[in-house]
C-alpha cells in the first residue's frame, strides 16, 4: 500500500527532509507503508550533490544542502512538491528507470491538462517548447521547465522526488541557473494559460500515479 498525505499550508524545508529520513529508515526497515508526500515550501533553494558555487547567482532565500542528486533548484509558494519515499527494494533496484518512471508519471499528469511535457537528453525533468518564444541564439526553439527531479536512495528506498510549477513566483528563479542549464527558461501551469490550481493538480497526479507505480502484491 502506497499512503498519500497532503501537508496543509507551508512546510519549512528541514523539518520536511527530517521526516523523508525517518521514513525511508522505516519503509526498508518493513515498519511503514510507502508514502507520496504532498507539500508547499517557503521560498528556499536547495542544492544537489551536483551543485556548483557559480550557478548560485544570488542567494535572495534559504539555501538548504541536501544530498539528492542534481544541482540547484527553487522551491516556492505555488509549486507542488511531491516527495516519493517508495520501496525500490520491492519496485526494482534500477535507478534509470526509477527516474524515467518518475518523468513519465509528470508527463502523464500534465496530459490530463492537455498539456504536452518532454524530456531531453542531458536535462533531467521536463520540459514544454515555447514556439511561441523567440528561438535560442543558434536557432533551436526555447524551451521552458515545468517540473523538476531529484532523487536520492537509502537501502534502495527513494526519498526527495519532483516539483512541478503550479503557480510559483517565477521571478525567485533568478537567482540561481536552475539545473545548471543555461539558455532555457522555466514555466508554470498558470504561465501557460491554463487555469489550474493545485488541487487539481493533486488529483491529476493521484489518477496517473498507478500508471507507473503498480500497487505491491
Not at 517508495?86 to 500534465?110: C, K, M, P, S, Y
Not at 533531467?124 to 543558434?138: E, S
Amino acid at each position: 500500500m502506497t499512503e498519500w498525505i497532503t501537508a496543509p499550508g507551508l512546510t519549512e524545508y528541514a523539518p520536511a527532509a527530517a521526516f523523508m529520513e525517518a521514513r525511508a529508515a522505516a519503509i526498508a526497515a518493513g515498519e511503514a507503508d510507502e508514502l507520496v508526500w504532498l507539500v508547499e515550501h517557503p521560498p528556499l533553494y536547495t542544492a544537489g550533490t551536483s551543485a556548483k558555487a557559480a550557478d548560485l547567482l544570488q542567494a535572495r532565500f534559504p539555501v538548504h544542502e541536501t544530498g539528492r542528486g542534481g544541482q540547484y533548484t527553487y522551491h516556492g509558494p505555488g509549486q507542488r512538491v511531491v516527495y516519493v519515499m517508495l520501496d525500490l527494494n520491492r519496485r526494482g533496484r534500477d535507478i534509470r528507470a526509477f527516474v524515467q518512471a518518475l518523468e513519465h508519471w509528470v508527463i502523464d499528469t500534465l496530459a490530463e491538462f492537455n498539456l504536452r511535457g518532454e524530456i531531453r537528453e542531458g536535462r533531467v525533468g521536463v520540459w514544454i517548447a515555447r514556439p511561441d518564444k523567440p528561438p535560442l541564439p543558434d536557432g533551436t526553439m526555447r524551451e521552458d521547465k515545468i517540473a523538476a527531479i531529484g532523487v536520492k536512495l537509502r537501502k534502495w528506498v527513494s526519498f526527495h522526488g519532483i516539483s512541478i510549477n503550479v503557480e510559483p513566483d517565477l521571478a525567485h528563479y533568478a537567482g540561481i541557473v536552475p539545473c545548471g542549464i543555461q539558455g532555457h527558461g522555466v514555466t508554470s501551469l498558470v504561465d501557460l494559460g491554463l487555469p489550474v490550481g493545485m488541487a487539481d493538480l493533486d488529483l491529476a497526479l493521484r489518477r496517473t500515479f498507478s500508471r507507473r507505480f503498480p500497487a505491491l502484491a
